[in-house]
Nanobody, 119 residues
Framework: QVQLVESGGGLVQPGGSLRLSCAASKIRFSIATMGWFRQAPGKQRELVATITSSGGTNYVDSFKGRFTISRDNAKNTVYLQMNSLKPEDTAVYYC?????????????WGKGTLVTVSS
């Protein structure tokens, strides 16, 4: 079955960095546009960045210059390098395809990985 497994989150101090990974299985990863999303406490999930199958990237303005999305098609993995982290970056981070994966008529999301930015 389709699976997205995010990892790499944790507790980091303001100004620090983290690299998130998302391993995908049972999807045609090499031809999929992938995205990173996040959901902060009490807020809706929001898009962070996308990357096409050929490596073209796009970022929501508020993340430009601090976050970098990349992918390794041989490993079916998409990454998010996050630098200069701020407390407001605290959220659960998810990856997904664009458009969002659906299974049994519902959107499919992995469990995400929690990033906490705090001193």
């Amino acid at each position: 079955q389709v699976q997205l497994v995010e990892s790499g989150g944790g507790l980091v101090q303001p100004g620090g960095s983290l690299r998130l990974s998302c391993a995908a299985s049972k999807i045609r990863f090499s031809i999929a546009t992938m995205g990173w999303f996040r959901q902060a406490p009490g807020k809706q999930r929001e898009l962070v960045a996308t990357i096409t199958s050929s490596g073209g990237t796009n970022y929501v303005d508020s993340f430009k210059g601090r976050f970098t999305i990349s992918r390794d098609n041989a490993k079916n993995t998409v990454y998010l390098q996050m630098n200069s982290l701020k407390p407001e970056d605290t959220a659960v981070y998810y990856c997904n395809t664009i458009p969002i994966l659906r299974a049994a008529g519902m959107e499919y999301w992995g469990k995400g990985t929690l990033v906490t930015v705090s001193s």
